[in-house]
């Protein structure tokens, strides 16, 4: 990762116009926003820029209206929220570029905040069309970029406007930026990485990637089954893909090449039925499962020397539940292993950085989000980034 500039770069912005790119991509239930957890992360930097005295127009989209108005999905859905969570009035524009944001503009004071439409209400929105480019910026005199989780979309709003006006990375775009450097980019020595969730088919490339950059891989979830059987073992029912154990095979042969250790369960917990606290529950060695058992979590043995190869290690990149972790008792090896990444960042040993959908929301459950150094809540992006690509969003700010 190359420097990009930071809010720090900007000069005098007093009644300038800054264009920015946010997360309003907010869960809601009949027109009204259940969780303001991305408003919440934008703050800092609206806010930031509204006491410098600039003019700020928020710009982001909500779901997938294709490049079309789709009444149900306008961001005049998210004012409320955002004026609650600012604490400040925010007026809402229907447009995203031409007279209307023109005038709007002109009745704007310094430090005052507006919300454009959706953006993909215009169809050279996901184009990343150059005359919708230049159609926005014509408002606007620089651009913030403070949306991490559409930074892997080559789109107008999340890349486009980066490469004709003056860019730089808001507050927490850039806190993401530096978490995942310091995670992958230019980590402290031995790294590890935990991959788990449901299927190796969904991470292929995370976990291809993953073998060349860390010392310890260690795998859970479903996708450790399909490991487990590609090396033979009987995996019963499970979850397993057993057309991909050619692929597991190589992405062993690929780690054993580039001296990554990949830790496998050699314990598991197992059961017939896939429910909460069923009657078969057991714990075996994954030697020992039954026809009719699958293995739902990672057994408690393993779990323990897992805490051990976290204790040597500096670094740790999460991403992926261990265990069916929504049912009990299918949660133990996500919650214990967790508090044990948590516990040692609290002791200041370990830089832990994780991400993914569930892994929010396995984290959250064991309690433990506050003592991660840093918890990445951006979905696709973060995986696209622990696959090792380049985010388009990201390179733009850095050009
Ligand atoms: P993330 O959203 O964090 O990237 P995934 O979507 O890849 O994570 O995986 C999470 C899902 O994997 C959860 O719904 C969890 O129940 C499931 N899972 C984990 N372990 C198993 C298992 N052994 N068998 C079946 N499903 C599992
Ligand atoms: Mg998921």
Same mark, same amino acid.
């Given at each position: 990762?190359?420097?990009?500039?930071?809010? /720090?770069?900007?000069?005098?912005? @007093?009644?300038?116009?800054?264009?920015?790119?946010?997360?309003?991509?907010?869960?809601?239930?009949?027109?009204?926003?259940?969780? /303001? @957890?991305?408003?919440?992360?934008?703050?800092?930097?609206?806010?930031?820029?509204?006491?410098?005295?600039?003019?700020?127009?928020?710009?982001?989209?909500?779901?997938?209206?294709?490049?079309?108005?789709?009444?149900?999905?306008?961001?005049?859905? =998210?004012?409320?929220?955002?004026?609650?969570?600012?604490?400040?009035?925010?007026?809402?524009?229907?447009?995203?570029?031409?007279?209307? =944001?023109?005038?709007?503009?002109?009745?704007?004071?310094?430090?005052?905040?507006?919300?454009?439409?959706? @953006?993909?209400?215009? $169809?050279?929105?996901?184009?990343?069309?150059?005359?919708?480019? $230049?159609?926005?910026?014509?408002?606007?005199?620089?651009?913030?970029?403070?949306?991490?989780?559409?930074?892997?979309?080559?789109?107008?709003?999340?890349?486009?406007?980066?490469?004709?006006?003056?860019?730089?990375?808001?507050?927490?775009?850039?806190?993401?930026?530096?978490?995942?450097?310091?995670?992958?980019?230019?980590?402290?020595?031995?790294?590890?990485?935990?991959?788990?969730?449901?299927?190796?088919?969904?991470?292929? /490339?995370?976990?291809?990637?993953?073998?060349?950059?860390?010392?310890?891989?260690?795998?859970?979830?479903?996708?450790?089954?399909?490991?487990?059987?590609?090396?033979? =073992?009987?995996?019963? $029912?499970?979850?397993?893909?057993?057309?991909?154990?050619?692929?597991?095979?190589?992405?062993?042969?690929?780690?054993?090449?580039?001296?990554?250790?990949?830790?496998?369960?050699?314990?598991?917990?197992?059961?017939?039925?896939?429910?909460?606290?069923?009657?078969?529950?057991?714990?075996?060695?994954?030697?020992?499962?039954?026809?009719?058992?699958?293995?739902?979590?990672?057994?408690?043995?393993?779990?323990?020397?897992?805490?051990?190869?976290?204790?040597?290690?500096? @670094?740790? =990149?999460?991403?992926?539940?261990?265990?069916?972790?929504?049912?009990?008792?299918?949660?133990?090896?996500?919650?214990?292993?967790?508090?044990?990444?948590?516990?040692?960042?609290?002791?200041?040993?370990?830089?832990?950085?994780?991400?993914?959908?569930?892994?929010?929301?396995?984290?959250?459950?064991?309690?433990?989000?506050?003592?991660?150094?840093?918890?990445?809540?951006?979905?696709?992006?973060?995986?696209?980034?622990?696959?090792?690509?380049?985010?388009?969003?990201?390179?733009?700010?850095?050009?």
């Amino acid at each position: 990762m190359s420097a990009f500039k930071k809010l /720090d770069d900007l000069g005098d912005v @007093t009644g300038k116009v800054a264009l920015v790119r946010v997360d309003l991509n907010l869960p809601m239930q009949d027109g009204a926003v259940t969780d /303001d @957890t991305r408003v919440r992360a934008a703050a800092p930097t609206i806010l930031e820029l509204a006491g410098k005295g600039a003019k700020v127009l928020l710009l982001a989209h909500f779901g997938r209206p294709k490049g079309e108005r789709v009444s149900t999905q306008s961001l005049s859905m =998210v004012v409320d929220c955002l004026q609650q969570v600012l604490g400040k009035e925010v007026m809402f524009v229907p447009e995203i570029a031409g007279p209307v =944001v023109a005038q709007s503009i002109g009745i704007l004071r310094a430090g005052d905040i507006a919300v454009l439409e959706n @953006t993909r209400f215009w $169809k050279g929105e996901e184009k990343n069309d150059p005359e919708l480019v $230049k159609a926005i910026a014509a408002n606007g005199d620089f651009y913030v970029n403070d949306a991490f989780s559409a930074a892997h979309r080559a789109h107008a709003s999340t890349e486009g406007l980066a490469h004709v006006l003056p860019a730089y990375a808001g507050r927490s775009m850039q806190s993401e930026l530096e978490a995942l450097e310091k995670a992958l980019g230019k980590p402290e020595r031995p790294v590890a990485a935990v991959v788990g969730g449901a299927k190796v088919s969904s991470k292929l /490339d995370v976990l291809t990637h993953l073998v060349t950059q860390v010392d310890h891989l260690i795998i859970g979830g479903g996708m450790a089954n399909t490991f487990l059987a590609a090396r033979g =073992v009987d995996v019963g $029912k499970s979850l397993c893909e057993h057309d991909l154990a050619a692929t597991a095979e190589a992405i062993l042969d690929k780690a054993d090449a580039s001296g990554c250790t990949v830790h496998l369960p050699y314990d598991v917990v197992v059961s017939k039925e896939f429910a909460a606290n069923p009657p078969s529950v057991r714990t075996c060695n994954v030697h020992e499962v039954a026809a009719d058992e699958m293995i739902l979590d990672v057994g408690p043995q393993a779990v323990e020397a897992l805490g051990d190869v976290l204790k040597t290690c500096k @670094t740790l =990149v999460w991403n992926g539940p261990l265990g069916a972790f929504e049912m009990a008792p299918f949660d133990q090896a996500t919650v214990a292993l967790a508090r044990t990444a948590a516990a040692l960042t609290a002791e200041g040993s370990l830089v832990s950085v994780a991400g993914g959908g569930d892994t929010v929301a396995a984290l959250n459950h064991a309690g433990v989000s506050a003592d991660f150094s840093y918890i990445s809540t951006a979905g696709g992006a973060f995986l696209e980034w622990m696959e090792g690509k380049e985010l388009p969003g990201v390179k733009a700010l850095e050009a």
